[in-house]
């Protein structure tokens, strides 16, 4: 990302008031009169913080409004966990456990209509349909806000998602058939959490529904390759991703010839 992409783009720091509590989170768009497309930009397992602010102002500059919420918003405003910790360190991957356990489908679905409403009243989105992106963690609730919500979702990614097809009940590759948006799955090379027959049954699923999407295998990447302050971080990988992403956003919202 240059400097000029940060003096194209205004942000500032939202409440979304909600019945579950109050959502802090950013809101990124161009820094010129209009109207754009709105996006949710979510966060990996480590949360809100200065990586996906730099993130959320790149998207923006290329012309949507981008929400960037808390996604533990219910434990505290962000950072819940302090992002500056090492991912290995123990007791912040046990609180980020605990954290995570309490993403529930349910409750995620109750954030993302949340999140998809406070987008639809916002005067710079325009049009009724939005996009999300995940990565890791949140790679899944792409998916299911493309499930739970066909109507308001034109185009959802996941980068190194992890689980989008495994044995439990809850599984987001069981109800694909639910998706009409477009999809784009990028896949890290060397990630366990996304081994190649999970790869193969979630896109059995995606090809026996319908459902337009593309994916791809970062080959030599490892899971988090997209997120520049992880340990994992490929600057190749990771502008491949931007390309494929604004590609997939702008197909979707009629930006592309």
Not at 136 to 149: I, K, N, Q, S, V
Not at 198 to 205: C, K, P, S, V
Request: charged share 25%.
């Amino acid at each position: 990302m240059t400097i000029s992409d940060h003096n194209r783009t205004a942000g500032k720091a939202v409440d979304i008031v909600t019945d579950q509590g109050v959502i802090d989170a950013h809101l990124f768009h161009p820094d010129e009169a209009g109207s754009w497309p709105g996006v949710l930009l979510l966060t990996d397992i480590r949360g809100v913080r200065p990586a996906f602010e730099a993130m959320g102002r790149r998207l923006a500059a290329s012309g949507y409004v981008v929400l960037l919420p808390n996604i533990y918003y219910r434990a505290g405003r962000a950072p819940v966990v302090d992002p500056t910790l090492p991912i290995n360190d123990e007791a912040a991957r046990t609180r980020r456990s605990e954290l995570r356990a309490t993403l529930t489908p349910e409750v995620v679905r109750a954030d993302l209509a949340a999140q998809l409403d406070y987008l639809a009243r916002d005067s710079d989105v325009r049009g009724a349909q939005a996009g999300v992106v995940g990565y890791c963690l949140t790679g899944a609730f792409a998916l299911r806000a493309a499930e739970d919500f066909p109507q308001r979702i034109a185009a959802a990614a996941s980068f190194h998602g992890g689980g989008l097809a495994s044995d439990a009940p809850d599984s987001p590759h069981l109800r694909v058939d639910q998706i009409k948006a477009r999809l784009y799955l990028g896949y890290a090379d060397e990630d366990p959490s996304m081994p190649p027959a999970m790869i193969e049954r979630l896109e059995t699923a995606l090809r026996a529904a319908e459902v337009r999407f593309r994916s791809e295998l970062y080959a030599g990447a490892r899971h988090g390759f997209a997120v520049e302050d992880g340990q994992a971080f490929d600057r190749d990988a990771a502008e491949r991703h931007w390309h494929n992403l604004i590609d997939l956003f702008d197909s979707a919202f009629g930006k592309n010839p």
